[in-house]
């Protein structure tokens, strides 16, 4: 490793450990809390892909039996068409 390499990796590191120091000294919260606001956004974050996934899976649900019917239909057609000649 090069000196100049070196020492930006070891300011990137020294700034990197400040910057955890002062954010543990001066959270407005207790990690406790913290912990449990992270979980409880978590929660909800999941919650609501977790709903926009349903819909999303019913609308494709939906999309896919319309094409289903719908090549049903025209096979079905093809095959009488087949059958009358």
């Known amino acids: 490793m090069s000196s100049s390499s070196g020492k930006v990796l070891f300011g990137f590191v020294f700034g990197a450990a400040v910057g955890v120091a002062a954010g543990l000294l001066f959270a407005p ?3 406790e809390d913290t912990r449990k606001k992270i979980k409880e956004k978590g929660k ?3 919650d609501e892909l ?5 819909s999303k899976l019913d609308d494709l649900k939906e999309y896919v039996g319309g094409v289903a019917e719908e090549t049903k239909t025209r096979v079905r057609k093809a095959a009488k068409e087949v059958e009358e000649k």
């Not at 977790?50 to 349903?54: A, E, V, W």
């Open 29 to 31: 919260t207790s990690g």
């Open 44 to 46: 909800e974050y999941t």
């Open 50 to 54: 977790s709903k926009q996934m349903n």
